[in-house]
């Protein structure tokens, strides 16, 4: 099948045959668009951004190097920052370089279902900060993670943020950090982005 901008990504039908195209389909089925909150655009060198402005990257967006270093001073620890998420990215399987990418993809539309997550991951044409209305699937990099990779799935707050909550991935080979992805609770684009938040909510801890 052939990849959709948001005029695919928004209709439920057109996300169910995508999902169905890569046998990425279960019994029940809980289609999610979700933004990746670690994104720096390919214009921009993600390292430099990580080792000139660690603190802000770690300490107060979060992100993979907050959940890898916390409680960094400022100014003081960017060089401990940048060896530790390089070492982290060094770690990745080739799967998991896909769902924890910093400049190549700026969201993902997921399928929760009993058997595992199905990720097929969204670029956009550019721009520097991620907006779901300019989303383009990928999908020759889809990728499925089975449930026997993932040590948890958590809906996390985010702090200063009452619409949208974080998306948390735990695998079992990566010490407690989790995906960074940024869950809209309702979107006005994605018609199915309430419901199944809703849906998800339902199985799962809240944090």
């Known amino acids: 099948m052939d990849n959709v901008n948001i005029d695919g990504i928004k209709d439920m039908n057109v996300v169910r045959d995508l999902f169905s195209s890569v046998n990425g389909l279960g019994e029940d089925n809980c289609f999610l668009v979700v933004l990746n909150r670690d994104y720096v655009s390919a214009s921009i060198d993600p390292s430099s951004t990580l080792e000139t402005n660690a603190t802000i990257t770690g300490a107060k967006v979060g992100g993979v190097a907050g959940g890898l ?102 695998f079992k080979n990566l010490d407690n950090v989790s995906t960074q992805w940024t869950l809209p609770t309702k979107n006005k684009l994605v018609t199915y982005q309430q419901e199944n938040c809703n849906k998800l909510a339902s199985r799962l801890p809240q944090q």
């Open 69 to 170: 270093v916390g409680g960094a001073i400022a100014g003081s620890m960017n060089s401990v920052i940048q060896e530790t998420v390089n070492e982290f990215y060094g770690k990745l399987d080739d799967k998991q370089r896909i769902l924890f990418s910093r400049n190549v993809y700026c969201g993902y539309l997921v399928n929760i279902m009993e058997k595992g997550i199905a990720v097929i991951p969204l670029r956009n044409s550019g721009q520097l900060i991620p907006k779901i209305k300019d989303f383009i699937t990928d999908i020759d990099n889809y990728v499925f993670i089975g449930n026997e990779e993932i040590a948890r799935i958590n809906i996390e707050k985010l702090p200063l943020h009452f619409s949208t909550k974080k998306l948390a991935i735990y």
